[in-house]
């Protein structure tokens, strides 16, 4: 099937004529999630694209010694590009990249076929092009966690559209009524959630939910909540810090993620293995 959309970059849209792409591509740089290198040496490798933009010499000696220092690969620069390992030929493919001077790079799963060791390499060196060189890094991922330690901005697509959220909390469920006639989603067997009615739409049984981890309130070893609705009890598992907040993930049967400010997480302190009641209020539901 085919996919329509524009391309804008800068704020202007983008004709899709030969012209025109030319001179995005001289400022928007692809490393792919797979790349292939020549086979030749990693200098010359670098060498190609300063090469056919005119760079002289001299010049394209001091980029690429530069560029290779810059992801750690400066002593492989004589080496056979074929005999890398993964991890060290995605760090040549980015240098590659680099060596174009781009304001932008475009990275497909830059860690996805490497080593844990080289993906930690990899995110330090995509968050070193940011800082050192304030060249703008898009790059996409399956790991929501790798993604959100590292990015300012995140986007996430669910079933091919874009979903309100850089967070989990999206489920699938179904809708019913309640013998008050309330408006439910079932997403367990053991949990069921008051939805907003103006999202109900009619002839729509099986839903999908998102769930804002920002909104959701909870209180530590707290059991009196259960008459309260959206209320149920989880054991924490994971904590971690992104950016400007703490990620707790609650196991209440399914994986749900609240999203705490530094100074509320150190208020209320939860830790790994704490019992929490967590409320959902139901403007934080929204249908998918």
Do not use: W
Not at 149 to 165: I, K
Request: net charge positive; hydrophobic share 40%.
């Amino acid at each position: 099937y085919k996919r329509q959309g524009k391309v804008a970059y800068r704020s202007q849209p983008i004709p899709i004529v030969e012209a025109e792409l030319q001179k995005l591509r001289r400022e928007v740089v692809l490393v792919d999630q797979h790349p292939i290198l020549f086979s030749t040496t990693v200098y010359k490798n670098l060498e190609f694209g300063l090469k056919i933009r005119g760079i002289q010499p001299d010049n394209r000696r001091r980029i690429i010694e530069e560029t290779l220092d810059l992801v750690g690969m400066r002593s492989f620069i004589r080496s056979p590009a074929h005999q890398l390992s993964g991890g060290e030929t995605q760090r040549v493919a980015l240098a590659r990249g680099l060596a174009l001077s781009p304001r932008v790079l475009l990275c497909d799963e830059p860690t996805s076929s490497v080593d844990v060791e080289n993906q930690t390499i990899i995110f330090n060196i995509l968050r070193r092009i940011n800082e050192l060189r304030k060249i703008t890094v898009i790059f996409t991922s399956h790991d929501r966690t790798q993604a959100a330690g590292l990015a300012h901005q995140l986007l996430v697509l669910d079933q091919g559209r874009l979903v309100p959220t850089t967070y989990e909390n999206i489920f699938s469920g179904r809708l019913y009524s309640s013998r008050n006639g309330q408006a439910r989603c079932r997403i367990q067997k053991n949990i069921s959630l008051a939805v907003p009615p103006e999202q109900v739409e009619a002839g729509h049984e099986n839903i999908r939910v998102f769930i804002d981890p920002a909104q959701i309130d909870f209180a530590v070893d707290d059991n009196s909540g259960e008459s309260i609705p959206n209320t149920f009890q989880g054991r924490v598992v994971q904590l971690m810090a992104e950016n400007e907040h703490i990620r707790v993930v609650i196991d209440a049967g399914i994986l749900i993620t609240l999203l705490l400010g530094k100074s509320r997480y150190r208020q209320t302190h939860p830790l790994v293995g704490d019992m929490l009641s967590l409320t959902i209020p139901s403007d934080s539901i929204k249908i998918l």
